[in-house]
């Protein structure tokens, strides 16, 4: 069974507007991964935040991490219709050796 | 393009053949990863190496499948008497260990058993 749940499962918003997905986990963690998909496609890394870190930024992307609630966020400022696409987090377990990733948030940007 | 790469991208094969899949990862990654990812779902992690060595597999891995990676570079996932419930995408990702734990995956290979 997979260690994260996203939620929304789906996400459709207008270009332009903000995205915000979360990511719930189940056990003790090293950090945290979002990647994206395109449909059909492999997974790309987006960002990596590390267990004793609470919120990171890279470009549009701002990712926070509450370990006490074992649940962290991704948002996507200024959406275009390019970040169209599935959204997962990946946690890797204590031993920090296998990657658990949730099932994923289906964000629709709407031009 | 992360530069991992696999082939075939595609295989259709009836229910009870074998089938073998090959992933190329970034040459100086020393772990490889395999995953299956059906429809709608995220990818379900089924085993890795540190270079050659084989050091974990998921319960969900049943004996129908095995892997390899004999000389620390490519890697092949083989399923024998394959079964309609194989049907996935099967994704393989590869990292340098002890440096990031950042993932390069491939574009998959997509199996379809009839």
């Known amino acids: 069974s997979q260690q994260g749940e996203e939620d929304p499962q789906a996400l459709s918003i207008q270009e332009g507007e903000n995205a915000t997905m979360n990511c719930s986990y189940k056990?003790?963690?090293?950090?945290l991964q979002w990647y994206r998909q395109n449909s059909g496609r492999g997974l790309v890394h987006l960002i990596l935040i590390r267990s004793n870190e609470r919120e990171k930024h890279s470009g549009r992307l701002r990712v926070t991490l509450d370990t006490s609630k074992k649940s962290s966020s991704l948002l996507i400022t200024a959406s275009r219709a390019a970040d169209t696409a599935s959204y997962f987090c990946?946690?890797?377990?204590?031993?920090?050796?296998?990657?658990?990733f949730g099932t994923g948030t289906s964000l629709t940007v709407i031009p | 393009d992360t530069g991992v790469s696999q082939n075939p991208r595609h295989k259709i094969t009836k229910r009870g053949q074998n089938v073998t899949f090959r992933c190329d990862p970034i040459s100086e990654h020393n772990r490889l990863y395999w995953y299956r990812q059906t429809l709608g779902q995220g990818p379900e992690f089924l085993t890795y190496?540190?270079?050659?060595?084989?050091?974990?597999k998921s319960r969900l891995l049943s004996d129908r499948f095995s892997a390899e990676r004999p000389k620390g570079s490519f890697s092949t996932l083989e399923i024998q008497r394959t079964e309609q419930g194989d049907s996935a995408m099967y994704l393989c990702a590869s990292n340098l260990a002890g440096v990031s734990d950042e993932q390069f995956f491939g574009p998959g290979t997509r199996l379809t058993v009839l």
């Open positions: 056990t003790s963690i090293n950090n």
């Open positions: 190496f540190q270079n050659e060595a084989q050091l974990e």
């Open positions: 990946a946690t890797n377990g204590y031993t920090g050796n296998q990657f658990y």
